[in-house]
């Protein structure tokens, strides 16, 4: 990336869709290499040096970046492989106030689906990014509509999701991406923040999952999909990242999927689990301003060297919630730039 281009530049012309929370951030990390980039994001196997060494590169898929597109070609695209549209269906997102959660609900609307955001935050303001992509949702023909909630209030969640599937007789899919992570040694953890690590990230999640099922079960729902969304920490221990109740959370949520998938196939609902790698967002932003070493060492322990950004998950949402995987259930997709594979 030219020494010329000023910050500013950076952080539009690479990190677009990022909230201005992320953005310097992640302007931060792409100057951490700019030593051998070029003045625009080029795919990375063109930047990477002959030697071994590991950098911290920036995200080539914006390139491609789908939400980008106009409108005729996201239909051409539907049109070419009609078995990814999503059209007229109702799906829930948990966590879709903003995030992972957000960036997945955005591509679920794009390809064509009623999408019901649930979230712990405040009602989105005008000028936030959930209300852009809302109104880009009523451009689509479609709508994003948001419910505050507490994954972990059963009741409030039963009567939100009762009621979203009254209001659109039908319910077809659900991503549940509400999450929290929390790092502190494990001779330290306190019972409390476990319980809640828990009670979030998996009694949430499988209530969330109970109350979609429930209706998809009540309005005999043909072809129901969930996306659990796991993390490749449920499959390992991340070197250097010391979050234990973290890790066995979403080891949780990739056993519970098997066994939600186990029990409601036999209603036409598959149920699998997305586990990504590390990905640029809130969660993990403040990791990086209070421990900058991460910024390379992250990247330097996956086989692609880099981190990933949210919308490198959109056409997973898609697949897995659509009948593009009719097939797949009890099944943990993992996305994370071979960090598992090593
Ligand atoms: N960021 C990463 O590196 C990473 C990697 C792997 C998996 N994940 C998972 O992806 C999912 C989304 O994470 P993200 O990175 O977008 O983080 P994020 O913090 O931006 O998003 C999480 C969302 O969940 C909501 N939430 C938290 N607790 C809730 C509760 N009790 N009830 C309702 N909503 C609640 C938050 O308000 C937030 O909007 C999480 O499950 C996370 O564990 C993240």
Redesign the pocket.
């Known amino acids: 990336m030219s020494k010329l281009m000023s910050k500013t530049t950076l952080t539009t012309a690479v990190v677009p869709r990022l909230t201005s929370q992320l953005r310097p951030v992640a302007t931060a990390l792409l100057i951490t290499h700019s030593h051998y980039s070029s003045p625009v994001p080029v795919p990375i196997l063109r930047l990477r040096p002959a030697i071994s060494v590991r950098s911290f590169h920036q995200s080539p898929p914006l390139y491609n970046n789908p939400s980008s597109s106009n409108n005729a070609h996201q239909q051409a695209s539907t049109m070419t492989l009609p078995e990814f549209s999503l059209k007229d269906r109702v799906i829930v997102v948990?966590?879709?106030?903003?995030?992972?959660?957000l960036t997945q609900a955005e591509a679920l609307l794009e390809a064509g689906a009623i999408v019901h955001a649930?979230?712990?935050?405040p009602e989105p303001t005008a000028d936030s990014e959930f209300t852009q992509i809302a109104n880009k949702a009523a451009s689509l023909g479609t709508c994003l509509t948001y419910h505050r909630?507490?994954?972990?209030d059963q009741p409030a969640l039963n009567t939100i999701v009762a009621g979203i599937a009254d209001k659109h007789g039908r319910m077809d899919g659900l991503i549940a991406?509400?999450?929290?992570?929390q790092e502190t040694p494990a001779l330290e953890y306190s019972r409390e923040d476990s319980d809640k690590m828990l009670g979030?990230?998996v009694t949430?999640v499988f209530m969330t999952a109970q109350a979609v099922a429930r209706q998809m079960i009540r309005l005999k729902t043909k072809n129901g999909s969930m996306v659990l969304?796991?993390?490749?920490?449920g499959t390992v221990a991340n070197r250097g990242l010391i979050c234990p109740a973290?890790n066995a959370s979403?080891a949780a949520v990739i056993q519970l999927a098997r066994n939600l998938a186990a029990e409601w196939g036999e209603h036409g609902i598959r149920v699998n689990t997305l586990?990504?790698?590390?990905?640029?967002?809130?969660?993990?932003a403040g990791l990086f301003e209070a421990f900058p070493e991460r910024k390379t060492d992250w990247p330097n322990a996956n086989m692609l060297g880099r981190l990933s950004y949210?919308h490198e998950y959109r056409g997973a949402a898609v697949f897995l919630l659509s009948d593009a995987s009719s097939f797949m259930t009890g099944a943990d997709l993992r996305i994370d730039g071979g960090h598992c594979a090593w």
């Open positions: 948990s966590g879709g106030g903003r995030g992972v959660g649930l979230d712990l935050l909630v507490d994954v972990r991406a509400a999450g929290i992570q979030v990230n949430g969304i796991g993390s490749m920490s973290y979403k586990s990504p790698g590390y990905i640029v967002t809130a969660m993990t949210p």
